[in-house]
């Protein structure tokens, strides 16, 4: 089954604590992206990747990291969560081409809780 | 950048009516318009979306309609079903921008009552 996956789903953390969030996708897409869902903001882009080893920042990078070093995993890392980085993160994949865009597949979620 | 804006915020109809939902941007160079579906505890799922060389486009029960001139696009729901309660968001990107980046409306919470 073709599917974005998301570990862990939820958590819950203290501020400062380092933490990584794992994006795997298995239909070969060559974009990947995070996003993240506040109320009343809707999804905002955090991080994205054209393909392995090119990354860079979307509108909201302030406070994380990411790597692409295989195609297939791109994690959000926080190096030191601040209780304003709670939210609902989703990692996006899809495939690229020239002169159009096509569907985003997402993954199911991580809500994460910074106290 | 771009900035797209998303009305109403909620919207109940009753079961077998219509819903209507509505997004503006503004960036004049976005040619790309999904619409998501988004179900509780799930991630948003693309039902529908429409390129700026369509006026409209329709996929059974949903349609999707742009306006290039007045930068506004809608998503209209015909004969709603339970199943159709969802969050929808409305998105905007530019094709081949080097970035697939979509920039999201803030999203209508749409209720069907039995």
């Known amino acids: 089954e073709a599917q974005v996956t998301q570990n862990p789903r939820y958590l819950i953390t203290v501020t400062g604590k380092k933490l990584t969030v794992t994006c795997s996708q298995n239909?070969?897409?060559?974009?990947m992206s995070w996003y993240r869902q506040d109320p009343g903001l809707g999804l905002r882009q955090i991080y994205y990747?054209?393909?392995?080893?090119?990354?860079d920042k979307g509108d909201v990078p302030e406070g994380y990291k990411v790597s692409r070093k295989e195609k297939r995993n791109f994690p959000l890392i926080l190096e030191s969560p601040s209780p304003n980085q709670t939210s609902l993160y989703f990692c996006?994949?899809?495939?690229?081409?020239?002169?159009?865009?096509?569907?985003?597949?997402f993954g199911p979620g991580t809500r994460l809780t910074v106290t | 950048g771009e900035n797209v804006e998303q009305h109403p915020s909620t919207l109940s109809v009753q079961e077998g009516d219509s819903a209507v939902i509505k997004c503006t941007y503004s960036d004049s160079a976005s040619n790309y318009f999904p619409w998501y579906k988004q179900e509780l505890g799930k991630g948003p799922q693309l039902i529908i979306d429409i390129r700026s060389n369509v006026g409209e486009k329709k996929d059974q029960r949903i349609a999707v309609t742009l306006n290039k001139t007045a930068k506004h696009f809608s998503l209209h729901i015909t004969e709603t079903q339970p199943e159709d309660s969802a969050v929808y968001f409305c998105a905007a990107s530019r094709d081949n921008f080097g970035n697939e980046k979509l920039t999201f409306g803030t999203g209508t919470r749409l209720t069907i009552i039995p």
């Open positions: 239909m070969n897409h060559e974009y």
């Open positions: 990747s054209m393909n392995v080893e090119v990354t």
């Open positions: 996006a994949s899809s495939k690229t081409g020239t002169g159009r865009s096509y569907e985003q597949y």
